[in-house]
């Protein structure tokens, strides 16, 4: 007896105190009216204001949806743009509330930087990218090549582990801004481009010539993207980490944009409890959020599919295919775990 009364008494200390600390980042989001929103600085299909300095993209979505959950309004956001060697202390300092940007999910970036990912919105891969005119179809012929890369990236790294691997001589060219690189790749400073494969669609899209490169077979390297927070939130951690979730299993459940509403009338009591329509359901409650904050997302963002499709899919100019990132149950890699 006694036993049990001490661990409830040191079990209610450490729940008061998580709830006490996790309260910061969400209680912070709501009474400023707006989710800081840290993204790219200009890739177009995942972060890029247009004219009238609006942002879209695949990254900005996640954005959207995070807002909507919590506001059931996809605009309440504030964009940050972030270079790739910026981006860590923007979070850190808690200039962001979140990263939504492509950046990988390593090891020291969980551990020694302080942060937490768990969703990965795009399985991604390293690759080059070279102009048709250098006559080359694979990585293994760069021997003795220029590559233009970015600094502050998981690709500097890789580059030079796929060198040393293959036993391939090669001259980093090195710039901080994306600006620089994309610069000196097109002055032809450099044979090769380096990066993951999805910037590498978009990055192509914003040369002068873009049907004179192309994008190499070999994917040197895994580049699991998602999107990032600070440690030391729990509850801001799941709130984001649910949202892209909540993507995935819309679209998992056939609910898209045009018919949540409709779906609300369904009799499944998955998608009853998803939608947060079914008796008792705590599922939005328990985030500190509304019970409709999954109905919110698909209402102002759509499903996963719908927001890859929008931005970067076949029928976008970056026309990329779902690949790894179609569903668990489709061949892909996109699976959320139960809303229950
Ligand atoms: N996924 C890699 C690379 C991400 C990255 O920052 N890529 C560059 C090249 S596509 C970029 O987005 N730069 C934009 C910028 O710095 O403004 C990482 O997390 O380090």
Redesign the pocket.
């Known amino acids: 007896m006694k036993k049990t009364l001490l661990s409830a008494a040191i079990g209610a200390a450490v729940l008061g105190f998580a709830s006490a600390a996790s309260a910061a980042t969400l209680d912070n989001v709501k009474s400023k009216g707006f989710v800081q929103c840290g993204v790219?600085?200009g890739?177009a299909g995942f972060a890029a204001p247009d004219s009238g300095g609006n942002w879209t993209g695949f990254d900005v979505d996640y954005c959207r949806a995070v807002a909507a959950a919590i506001f059931g309004d996809p605009s309440k956001v504030k964009y940050t743009p972030t270079?790739?060697q910026v981006r860590f202390t923007a979070l850190q300092s808690g200039e962001i509330d979140l990263l939504a940007r492509?950046?990988?999910w390593t090891i020291s970036r969980d551990t020694a930087l302080g942060l937490n990912f768990r969703y990965v919105n795009y399985y991604d891969g390293q690759g080059f990218m070279v102009p048709k005119s250098l006559n080359v179809n694979s990585a293994l012929e760069l021997s003795g090549a220029a590559v233009c890369v970015?600094s502050g990236?998981?690709?500097e790294l890789n580059l030079a582990d796929y060198f040393k691997a293959n036993n391939l001589q090669y001259n980093p060219v090195v710039f901080e801004?994306?600006e620089e690189v994309n610069a000196a790749y097109q002055a032809g400073r450099c044979d090769v481009y380096t990066?993951?494969q999805s910037?590498l669609y978009s990055?192509r899209l914003s040369l002068s010539n873009p049907d004179e490169h192309i994008i190499l077979p070999e994917i040197i390297s895994k580049?699991p993207?998602g999107p990032a927070v600070r440690q030391g939130d729990d509850q801001w951690f799941d709130i984001v980490t649910w949202a892209g979730y909540a993507l995935v299993q819309a679209e998992e459940f056939g609910i898209t944009q045009a018919n949540v509403d409709e779906m609300k009338n369904s009799t499944n009591p998955d998608i009853r409890r998803f939608l947060g329509v079914e008796a008792d359901t705590k599922i939005g409650t328990d985030l500190g959020l509304t019970n409709d904050w999954a109905y919110n997302i698909v209402k102002g963002v759509g499903n996963y599919g719908e927001v890859f499709e929008r931005n970067i899919g076949a029928n976008t100019p970056l026309k990329i295919q779902r690949g790894l990132n179609a569903l668990w149950s489709k061949g892909g890699l996109q699976y959320a775990p139960p809303v229950r």
């Open positions: 790219n600085t890739l270079t790739a492509n950046t990988t970015q990236t998981t690709t801004k994306l990066t993951d910037g990055l580049e993207l």
